[in-house]
């Protein structure tokens, strides 16, 4: 065919047609009008090739998204056999092209709008994982006493929708270290690295992520995997369905759904004793039943936002055990977001233990993500921006204004307050707080989650909760951080009658956002 005698623009359309990257190139060696369609400056055809296998950001120059596609095809077509520390350039230059199709996933549509189609981002997420081993990978940051790169942790963890798709038949290793770690002691194992909780301990995530895996994903282990193999497709963990957003207020993060479902575990006091007196080294000799209540089903709550139903302030006695409205700390960085942040796109992956080191914190009071090794790599500005998002238009006020002090929390600019009723072994009530957190290595939109679930009621139905009624035997304080996106929360639950440094009546929990039970679309 004399492609020569074609127009640029019908060549460009011929080029979108090949299946391989590889078949472009030879394409653009035909003639002087095919090389010039795969190579014009106005380039249209990588435009169009972007598009068909990326999210595409409106703000993108067609030369810039050019290099981005080649960049991709370069480092996300041939994956590390086995993915290790995440020390290794390749590594680094893998997960920071990752990172990038995580925080610009449905960049194609406007920010808090719920996306109507999967997001090309995601499912090119999916492929990777399917051709490499980056959530297998997990255990041996369990295992090895040497540091492992915390942007794969954090990559691990926004990811965990993939480890519990039946159909993906993922491995679980390292349980015994993950048990250790949910049940051990809050100063062992904190949820957050920091008093202020800025820093969330994604160590911690990942072994609670990984010890609901293994008892929902093994069916040798009779506990969770026959109940979660029944749930439909929209009852089951799914990836977010929107851009991850993140501001200065509550505002300007993903609203959680209303309806959800989860599970909890627990260890016999005895049992719970003796693993805590254990090294180390000797976890794996032991064997300790956890108890899972999957008789009843799954946990379901249905949270409910509305003024209506949160007229009464949040009780200062949970606030007492729950610590759950943001400090002015918290609330002063995430005012701050709105400005210019340092530039550590070059700084050097730090070696840090989460128990031992303090989190990084710039000159701005934002938790400075730490990236590569010294390089010459631009520094993506998708990424950038998602550190340092514009300041969004819906604020009622600013930082500078005289009527709104930056330090103090705000209910409905700072946090929200919710209530919501559900159903375990019994019905049960909840009133709760949740406030968004700064970006966590480089990924906006995480929050934290603070609630108080009672069985024995200590008011009318939640309804009517004084500060001064005293609690009792039928309450249980929940911690946990929302995943980007909204769509699931870990962490742990503990009784308030047991609020001490022990906390021997203790455990994990898991949440994920579900549909609808009414139109069974999602929430």
Not at 104 to 119: F, H, Q, V
Not at 143 to 152: A, E, M, Q, V
Not at 211 to 225: G, Q
Request: charged residues 20%.
């Amino acid at each position: 065919m004399a492609f020569n005698l074609l127009a640029l623009e019908i060549n460009e359309n011929i080029a979108t047609y090949l299946d391989h990257d590889q078949d472009i190139c030879s394409f653009s060696l035909i003639c002087r009008t095919t090389w010039t369609a795969v190579n014009s400056q106005r380039c249209g055809l990588w435009r169009k090739l972007y598009a068909k296998r990326y999210d595409t950001p409106a703000e993108k120059l067609g030369i810039e998204l050019k290099m981005r596609y080649k960049l991709r095809s370069k480092f996300l077509r041939k994956c590390v056999d086995p993915f290790q520390m995440g020390q290794s350039s390749k590594e680094i230059a893998i997960m920071d092209k990752l990172r990038d199709l995580v925080v610009e996933s449905y960049s194609d549509i406007p920010m808090g709008r719920k996306a109507s189609a999967a997001s090309k981002n995601l499912e090119q997420l999916r492929h990777f994982v399917l051709r490499s081993n980056i959530l297998d990978a997990v255990a041996a940051t369990f295992y090895s006493g040497k540091d492992y790169n915390p942007i794969l942790k954090t990559l691990q963890i926004c990811l965990y929708h993939l480890q519990l798709d039946l159909s993906l038949r993922k491995a679980t290793y390292g349980f015994c270290m993950s048990q250790r770690a949910v049940y051990g002691r809050p100063s062992d194992f904190p949820l957050f690295h920091d008093k202020d909780r800025l820093q969330v301990n994604i160590d911690l995530l990942l072994h609670t992520a990984n010890f609901f895996k293994y008892h929902i994903t093994r069916p040798e282990e009779n506990t969770l995997y026959e109940l979660f193999s029944q749930l439909g497709p929209n009852q089951k963990p799914r990836a977010w369905e929107g851009q991850l957003q993140q501001g200065r207020g509550i505002a300007d993060v993903q609203r959680l759904g209303r309806h959800w479902k989860g599970s909890y575990a627990y260890l016999q006091a005895s049992d719970m004793t003796f693993m805590r007196s254990l090294e180390s080294r000797e976890i794996s000799q032991y064997i300790f039943t956890d108890h899972i209540d999957y008789h009843d089903g799954f946990q379901n709550l249905e949270i409910d936002f509305s003024r209506a139903s949160n007229t009464v302030p949040w009780p200062k006695i949970f606030e007492s055990h729950l610590h759950g409205l943001p400090t002015p700390n918290i609330c002063r960085t995430l005012y701050s977001i709105s400005k210019p942040v340092k530039d550590c796109s070059h700084s050097v992956i730090p070696q840090y233990h989460p128990l031992t080191t303090q989190p990084n914190i710039n000159e701005t009071g934002l938790i400075s993500p730490p990236l590569t090794p010294t390089s010459s790599r631009r520094r993506s500005p998708r990424l950038s921006q998602a550190n340092n998002p514009p300041p969004p238009t819906s604020m009622p006020k600013t930082p500078a204004s005289p009527h709104i002090d930056p330090s103090k929390a705000t209910k409905g600019l700072n946090y929200l307050q919710f209530s919501g009723t559900g159903t375990d072994a019994m019905r049960f009530a909840c009133t709760g707080i949740l406030h968004p957190l700064p970006p966590q290595h480089g990924i906006p939109g995480w929050q934290r989650v603070s609630l108080m679930k009672y069985f024995d009621p200590v008011s009318d139905h939640g309804h009517g909760i004084e500060g001064s009624l005293a609690l009792n035997g039928g309450c249980w304080a929940y911690e946990g951080v929302v995943l980007p996106g909204g769509m699931m929360i870990l962490g742990r639950w503990w009784s308030p009658m047991d609020d001490d440094e022990r906390r021997e009546c203790m455990g994990p929990f898991i949440f994920w956002n579900v549909a609808d039970p009414d139109d069974g679309k999602g929430d």
